[in-house]
């Protein structure tokens, strides 16, 4: 669950700075129209309209660097395997129950359904090798703009009562390579952060952490072959804390 090792090579650079990333979003999204958009605090009239490639360059600026991931979640080998503009599917994946087998699964179609949101920017990152194998670690980085602030206020309402219903249950997920068992546990709602952990008897374990700033919901999966004690939730923050830098 939240494991995916897809490398497509390095990312794109951008060069815009994370204290102006949710004032170019804002910017941008209010040209194109989206509901709910006020335009950012000292913006000009004559200011020349962002385009929808700025604000999802600005929405970039949101997600952490490998090294400071890396560091939150104690894996020194930790690196980009994956990038993407738009919301992943499930590869084929199945849960025997959609909607739990989501609560403890990295951001995708099963969960952000088509239409609610307007833009995504994510990372998936691992520790594996050049071949795709020995992964220990995993993390999958989000941050997705719903089309305003109520909106992303009531996904978030809406998974802190569906996670508490799922926990104590166990999700069978299928996909090529098999099938797995996984328990879904007791969420946490702690500094407007919302998390639960999935565990499988193999000792692998994968906690799913989501927050709110503004229209925007931040999303992060850490998976690993030991207990990740909150690391999801840190990584949440930390990405949070750029929006006031």
């Not at 193999?202 to 030991?226: F, K, L, M, N, R």
């Amino acid at each position: 669950v939240g494991a995916e090792s897809h490398p497509l090579g390095g990312r794109r650079s951008v060069n815009i700075h994370p204290r102006h990333a949710l004032r170019a979003v804002t910017a941008a999204c209010c040209a194109l129209g989206v509901a709910g958009c006020s335009a950012p605090l000292g913006a000009h009239p004559d200011t020349a309209t962002p385009t929808a490639e700025a604000a999802g360059a600005a929405l970039e600026t949101l997600l952490l660097d490998d090294a400071d991931v890396a560091r939150i979640v104690d894996t020194p080998l930790l690196h980009s395997v994956d990038t993407y503009t738009a919301m992943p599917d499930t590869g084929g994946r199945t849960y025997s129950d959609p909607f739990c087998g989501a609560a403890i699964s990295s951001a995708s179609t099963s969960t952000y359904q088509p239409g609610t949101v307007a833009d995504v920017r994510g990372r998936r990152l691992s520790d594996s090798d050049a071949g795709g194998a020995t992964q220990t670690r995993s993390v999958t980085q989000s941050v997705i703009t719903f089309h305003d602030a109520q909106a992303a206020r009531e996904f978030i309402a809406a998974a802190r009562t569906g996670w508490l219903a799922c926990a104590g249950t166990s999700v069978e997920m299928r996909d090529d390579a098999g099938r797995a068992v996984w328990r879904v546990e007791q969420p946490r709602f702690e500094r407007a952060v919302l998390s639960v952990a999935g565990t499988h008897s193999s000792g692998w374990e994968t906690e799913h952490a989501i927050s709110a700033q503004g229209a925007i919901v931040i999303d992060v999966t850490v998976s690993g072959a030991d207990a990740v004690a909150g690391r999801a939730e840190t990584v949440v923050q930390h990405i949070a804390q750029r929006f006031s830098q």
